[in-house]
């Protein structure tokens, strides 16, 4: 494998126990372990920007206070961490990003732009509007892949049974070839195409041109086709994974636009939502 840089994206909470497990869990060559302490700091308060013009505009007493301790926080935070990783003796840096939430989007992508693969940190997922707004950072504002429910960095990036959920979509062909790494070196991999069209672009056997190419990269593929059933496809894909045992799934995210997906559901908010299985998406 090269040598790839892997992103943790984690907050202030997360404890020393588990910044000693993702230490822990990289591979003894070829990652470069980098993470971003995120907090988010208290909005402007509205009346602010109704203040007449050049007019003195009139802050509560505290929200400076507590602006300011929030960004110590998450500088302390990120110091303590620095700390941990000397004293592991392993190649990393660490790096913090403080801001209003609707802005973590930018400051996520920054960071992001020049890694490999980036993992969210589960304690970052139980608050859904910082979780939506890295991964949609990620997604939408890098060329680079998220992983989502990795409990380690091994298991993001070694992965030993990786299960793509193939569509032939665009999304879905920019994680396959962000996956590659992860792919070339996994024992197994499966090419999962759920409701099969054998009238479409990709002709009578979807997922085997993908199949071929995988093997010229010396991958182990097999392709398996499967009815939905009337089942929702993020449903199907889950079941799918727990029957061959897959330890990542890789799959394209938001094939359809976003306000769709929050709105009415689908593929990707299903996938986003689960708490079960690692998720490499890309879109």
């Not at 301790?69 to 392993?90: F, M, N, T, W, Y």
């Amino acid at each position: 494998m090269d040598r790839l840089t892997a992103l943790i994206i984690v907050d202030v909470a997360c404890s020393d126990n588990k910044i000693r497990h993702y230490i822990s869990s990289v591979p003894e060559t070829g990652v470069h372990l980098s993470i971003l302490v995120v907090g988010v700091a208290p909005s402007l308060p509205m009346w602010a920007y109704g203040s007449a013009p050049y007019g003195p505009i009139i802050f509560p007493e505290n929200w400076h206070d507590t602006y300011q301790e929030g960004g110590k926080d998450v500088a302390d935070r990120a110091d303590a961490i620095e700390k941990l990783l000397q004293s592991a003796g392993i190649a990393g840096d660490v790096t913090s990003a403080y801001c209003e939430a609707q802005m973590l989007d930018e400051q996520v992508a920054a960071r992001a732009a020049l890694c490999d693969i980036v993992l969210l940190d589960p304690a970052v997922s139980e608050a859904s509007y910082t979780f939506q707004q890295a991964l949609e950072g990620v997604l939408f504002k890098t060329p680079v892949a998220v992983v989502i429910n990795a409990q380690g960095v091994a298991q993001a990036v070694a992965a030993k049974r990786p299960m793509i959920a193939w569509d032939g979509s665009l999304p879905a062909l920019r994680a396959l070839h962000r996956a590659l790494p992860i792919l070339r070196q996994a024992e197994a991999v499966t090419i999962l195409v759920i409701d099969p069209n054998p009238h479409g672009p990709e002709g009578q056997n979807p997922g085997s041109d993908v199949a071929t190419w995988l093997t010229r990269h010396g991958c182990n593929v097999t392709v398996q086709q499967s009815p939905s059933a009337g089942q929702d496809i993020g449903d199907c894909i889950l079941s799918r994974a727990s029957e061959l045992g897959a330890d990542l799934i890789v799959m394209g995210a938001y094939v359809h636009s976003r306000a769709r997906q929050r709105i009415l559901g689908g593929t990707t908010k299903i996938m986003v939502s689960q708490k079960d299985y690692p998720t490499l998406l890309a879109h």
